[in-house]
């Protein structure tokens, strides 16, 4: 008797699915559609957005890239006005101490 059960229990627990799954009205299954066709239309915006945001981020990454090669190349340019400011300063002196010496 239990063998028996537990075989037709599926099967009762199965069509008493599909009777209750038959009640659903026209309207419920359109409204259902309905919810589909706007989550369907809100992916596709979230999708555009996404893609707006990856392309502004790369272009914010090559302003960021731009920005650092041109503050080395600053950092660079003032390094050599440094050096070569030392540079004459140093020969400055040296002509100072070989006046003196004099």
Same mark, same amino acid.
């Given at each position: 008797? %239990? %063998?028996?059960? @537990? +075989? ?13 799954? !038959? ?6 299954? $359109? $409204?259902? %559609?309905a919810s589909v066709n706007t989550l369907q239309r809100d992916?596709?915006?979230? +999708?555009? $957005?996404?893609? &707006?945001? @990856?392309?502004?981020?790369?272009? !914010?990454? *090559?302003?960021? @890239? ?5 503050? *080395? *190349?600053?950092?660079?340019? &003032? ?5 070569? !400011? ?6 400055? $002196? @040296?002509?100072? *101490?070989?006046?003196?010496r004099k």
């Open positions: 008797m %239990k %063998k028996a059960y @537990r +075989k037709v229990l599926p099967a009762v627990l199965l069509a008493s699915t599909f009777a209750v799954g !038959a009640c659903a009205s026209s309207s419920e299954v $359109d $409204d259902l %559609k992916v596709v915006g979230l +999708k555009s $957005d996404t893609a &707006a945001a @990856r392309a502004e981020s790369a272009k !914010a990454a *090559q302003e960021a @890239r731009s920005a650092a090669a041109a503050a *080395q *190349q600053a950092a660079a340019e &003032a390094k050599a006005a440094a050096n070569a !400011a030392t540079a004459a300063s140093d020969k400055s $002196d @040296r002509m100072f *101490q070989k006046s003196l």
